[in-house]
């Protein structure tokens, strides 16, 4: 949920939500339920989710139509990981209100949390998002069709299409200023990701200081990750050390392994292959390096900078002439550096270590990304 209801203006209704024929009052009964939604949104962003689906479970009881009291059931639900459930509540307040951009807005993003990489789930997202960028510019509602067009980057980004979700996201700041913070962010990460690390460099550094600290710590640890790829490691230090400071639990220390520890959890997740896998990869270094260079991104898409290994070469059984690693013998790389940021412990880091080779070798075996992703391997 990212956009609260709009207030109404306050009813006549006598108290009790009855009227002086002592029926119901309409108008007392909205009051009440947009009461009950602002209250389930307050408990659900405290965390405190049985409560805020508790309050918007009565506001349905009173409201069946109201595609907010629905949805805010269906993030309660969501979080407490009642997936089924949850849908069924999201599909309700969508078909409450099938026009309206908000409740497209909220459907598009609830659709979006559910997906974790589901593309069918992304896809549903990216309806939504068109429903209600349609909805909205008919309204000329500029604030909710940015909401809408960053969500739609989001949903892109999710899918691997940077592109789009750039094109999206430039059409959103476009919309809100060069000066909006949360816009500017997604487009400098969104550059980051597709290596024009010059324009990200701009656009992030506009944003260290912003009010939002949540906002400058992403902007610090990116232009940190920008200044360990020139070879800066004084600077990139600093920079990480300001975001740590701003948001340490988004940023936290990294878990270190020293290279004979990382070389020794590579070669246990090796051993945990069926031994006819390994007798494939005879021929296949496994190498480690500490981050990618420039020549390990480039491609059309570029791989991120975050990329956690690599296959190089063609898969199994195959030469192609278009590849450029074809005429290399075939290698398998994993990068330490980012392994050791993605976790947030030793054991996450050696069980990544483990997830990232059978990854690897899945490419090697000629397996694409949604086929990786159907056995549990992206």
Request: hydrophobic fraction near 45%; aromatic fraction near 4%; charge should be negative.
């Amino acid at each position: 949920m990212k956009k609260k209801p709009k207030k109404k203006a306050k009813s006549e209704a006598k108290p009790g939500g009855r009227n002086g024929a002592g029926e119901l009052d309409p108008e007392a009964v909205a009051d009440e339920v947009e009461g009950l939604v602002a209250e389930s949104m307050s408990l659900w962003e405290a965390g405190k989710l049985e409560q805020a689906l508790e309050a918007a479970e009565l506001a349905c009881e009173l409201d069946a139509g109201s595609s907010a009291a629905h949805h805010c059931r269906a993030a309660a639900l969501l979080d407490l990981e009642r997936v089924e459930e949850a849908i069924e509540a999201c599909e309700a307040g969508l078909e409450a209100a099938p026009d309206d951009p908000e409740a497209l807005l909220y459907g598009a993003d609830f659709y979006l949390g559910v997906a974790e990489g589901d593309p069918d789930a992304i896809e549903i997202s990216l309806k939504l998002t068109r429903r209600g960028l349609k909805h909205a510019r008919a309204a000329q509602d500029d604030e909710l069709e940015a909401e809408l067009l960053l969500l739609e980057g989001s949903a892109f980004e999710q899918r691997g299409d940077l592109a789009d979700a750039l094109a999206s996201v430039e059409k959103a700041v476009a919309i809100l200023g060069e000066d909006d913070p949360a816009a500017g962010l997604e487009r400098g990460l969104l550059l980051f990701e597709l290596c024009r690390f010059d324009q990200a460099e701009a656009q992030l550094g506009r944003l260290e200081r912003a009010e939002d600290e949540g906002i400058a710590a992403a902007a610090h640890h990116h232009l940190g990750l920008l200044e360990e790829r020139r070879g800066r490691v004084e600077a990139a230090a600093k920079r990480f050390a300001r975001a740590r400071k701003l948001a340490p639990e988004d940023y936290p220390e990294p878990v270190r392994l020293s290279s004979e520890a990382f070389d020794g959890a590579v070669e246990a997740a090796l051993q945990t292959l069926p031994a006819k896998i390994r007798d494939y990869l005879q021929n296949v270094a496994i190498t480690v390096e500490e981050i990618p260079a420039d020549a390990d991104l480039l491609g059309e898409p570029p791989l991120s900078p975050l990329i956690l290994g690599v296959f190089r070469g063609s898969p199994l059984g195959q030469k192609s002439g278009v590849d450029p690693w074809a005429q290399f013998p075939s290698s398998i790389v994993l990068y330490q550096k980012n392994l050791e940021r993605f976790a947030r412990s030793r054991e996450e880091l050696i069980e990544q270590i483990g997830i990232t080779l059978m990854h690897e070798v899945g490419h090697f075996l000629g397996l694409d990304e949604d086929e990786l992703w159907e056995r549990g391997l992206a």
